[in-house]
């Protein structure tokens, strides 16, 4: 990457790992903390840990595409302005539904797709997957960050005084988006970064993208469940709420590490299937470790430990999967509905895991994890193994229709080259790729060159 890319990866990848830490410090906090509120239920727990989801889902896309009409920064610069207004909401508040008006507000601020669309327009297309991965990799670390620096923060703070440092956060995002994340030479709607609603019926006809849409639904689902007991959990076992990133710390760097080889197994050893089945496997057996050994600290641990291996897992493989199964010109509008499953099941999650604590206590929600695991694995069974080609994206020029036909079955010709779709407007070729035996140079010389 040029200068200009690796600044604007990293500006943006800091503008993301703020927002979410600012969702996600409550998560080892909250349910400890709102059992003190007046009138609170385990359901409006659930509630107010999940609702950013639902209202997430409803703003995500249409943000994205306001932005391709306002620009990208002004969405951006309203987006995080109404996430630091729902987190002083939810510091304000003396109830539990001021926190869930608050959290609702917090979801409402929906720039992921926008940021996605600046980042687009910040990078050429052959070094546009390497920004792209850099921002995914700031929303992994800021979720592994949060677990441990809530139970800290929260010692010393208390949970309204997260929520004002969620509201400063907010406030570093603008101050970042305005002064260092650089302004693009031009705005253009990119479809492997953004939603094109036409292409929605395709996308949601695809059984394969559906099984992945409904993995990463479940996978949220579960975590967000997860975390209206296991703090609970823990307590009981006598470990005080401001020791608990003494397990979070050790268990979340065991798991990363420990998930490493399976990642490497399924891409380089084509096992992604596999690995990725195993992984549904091993979340159903850890939320089945929790069931059984809650009232255990080392089962805890242990159960946590197994849980964060395969939910890194899947959550990694997961993208990897929606990027070489769906067509390279449909991928932006696969990510969208990708990523609205991801909210809908964290929604989904602080309800249903709300209503099985009600209920059936801690192991109820350990037992909702158990079921929809093997709800998952059976969905995913019947999937196809990936083709292992890699999305490419090769700047052509303005085209006229019969040029882009021609040119399409010239780059069909090239070595390595399996799929091709040349944009004519757009000047832009979206092509599959055999890593194996690519042709780089001969692709390139179809190339117009950029700055």
């Not at 979410?20 to 709102?34: D, N, Q, T």
């Not at 960050?145 to 406030?171: D, H």
């Not at 932006?332 to 609205?340: E, F, K, L």
Request: charged residues 10%.
């Amino acid at each position: 990457m040029n200068a200009i890319e690796r600044r604007s990866a990293f500006s943006l990848a800091g503008i993301f790992a703020l927002r979410m830490l600012g969702l996600f410090l409550i998560l080892p906090v909250f349910a400890l903390y709102a059992e003190g509120l007046p009138g609170v239920t385990p359901m409006l727990v659930g509630l107010a840990i999940g609702v950013y989801g639902l209202t997430q889902a409803i703003f995500q896309i249409p943000f994205g595409m306001l932005s391709d009409r306002f620009g990208r920064k002004p969405l951006i610069v309203i987006g995080l302005l109404i996430f630091a207004v729902g987190s002083v909401v939810a510091a304000s508040a003396h109830d539990i539904y001021g926190i869930i008006i608050g959290r609702a507000l917090q979801g409402s601020g929906a720039i992921a797709a926008v940021v996605m669309a600046l980042a687009a327009d910040l990078s050429r297309e052959q070094r546009r997957l390497r920004m792209m991965a850099i921002i995914g990799m700031s929303i992994g670390a800021a979720f592994a960050v949060s677990l441990i620096l809530g139970p800290l923060i929260n010692r010393w703070i208390g949970v309204p005084g997260i929520f004002w440092l969620t509201a400063l956060l907010a406030l570093l995002g603008i101050a970042l988006t305005l002064f260092v994340v650089p302004n693009p030479h031009k705005m253009q709607f990119h479809r492997d970064a953004e939603v094109e609603p036409a292409q929605f019926g395709k996308v949601l006809k695809d059984r394969q993208l559906l099984r992945l849409d409904f993995g990463i639904f479940a996978l949220h689902l579960t975590l967000t469940a997860l975390f209206l007991a296991y703090p609970l959990a823990l307590r009981d076992q006598g470990l005080a709420s401001d020791h608990h990133w003494q397990v979070y710390l050790p268990v979340m760097l065991v798991a990363m590490f420990t998930m490493v080889p399976f990642v490497i197994m399924a891409e380089s050893k084509h096992q992604m299937k596999s690995v990725f089945l195993g992984g549904i496997a091993a979340l159903g057996c850890a939320s089945l470790g929790l069931y059984h050994y809650y009232t255990s600290l080392v089962g805890l641990i242990v159960s946590l430990w197994l849980f964060f291996v395969a939910f890194n897992l899947l959550e990694a493989t997961l993208p990897s999967l929606i990027a070489k199964i769906a067509p390279s010109e449909r991928k932006g509008t696969a990510m969208g509905v990708y990523s609205t499953s991801q909210f809908l099941g964290a929604f989904t999650g602080g309800v249903l895991g709300g209503w099985m604590h009600t209920h059936f206590g801690n192991q109820g929600v350990f037992l909702l994890g158990v079921v929809v695991a093997l709800i998952w694995l059976l969905v995913a069974w019947g999937m196809a193994a990936p083709s292992y080609l890699s999305n490419y994206l090769l700047p052509v020029g303005s085209l006229e229709a019969d040029h882009a036909a021609l040119l399409t079955k010239k780059l069909l010709e090239v070595d390595g080259v399996a799929q091709a779709v040349v944009i004519a407007e757009e000047g832009v070729a979206y092509l599959k790729v055999d890593l194996t035996n690519f042709d780089e140079a001969a692709l390139n010389a179809y190339a117009v060159q950029q700055g």
